[in-house]
């Protein structure tokens, strides 16, 4: 099991920025990959953002050139800097923990989701 804790959410302009946090309640070592998805009103959740265990990173089309994937091992936390945020990124956004296991067999873990809301 992992549990997973976001923050950083919250209200701001467009081309503002933010910076979300992921807390796990285990050391990275024991997770394949960490990721940000997000799911807007009346859309289906998508992937943000991902970032292996061997720190090679993903990112939806989107977001490039906007968003960063991190990770502090030390503190099992994963963030997620958002700059030059658009109306269009508003969402709640979750992170998501996926362990593999053999056998083709993956576990997907979620945080609850933070909101973030992007003003015109």
């Known amino acids: 099991q992992v549990q997973l804790v976001e923050s950083g959410g919250g209200l701001v302009q467009a081309g503002g920025t933010l910076r979300l946090s992921c807390a796990a309640s285990?050391?990275?070592?024991?997770?394949?990959?960490m990721a940000w998805y997000r799911q807007a009103p009346g859309k289906q959740r998508e992937l943000v953002a991902g970032?292996?265990?061997?720190?090679?990173?993903n990112y939806a089309d989107s977001v490039k050139g906007r968003f960063t994937i991190s990770t502090d091992n030390a503190k099992n936390t994963v963030y997620l800097q958002m700059n030059s945020l658009k109306p269009e990124d508003t969402a709640v956004y979750y992170c998501?923990?996926?362990?593999?296991?053999?056998?083709?067999?993956?576990?997907?873990?979620w945080g609850k989701g933070t909101l973030v809301t992007v003003s015109s």
């Open positions: 998501n923990a996926a362990v593999f296991r053999g056998g083709n067999i993956r576990e997907d873990y």
């Open positions: 285990r050391s990275f070592f024991s997770i394949n990959a």
């Open positions: 970032i292996s265990s061997g720190s090679s990173t």
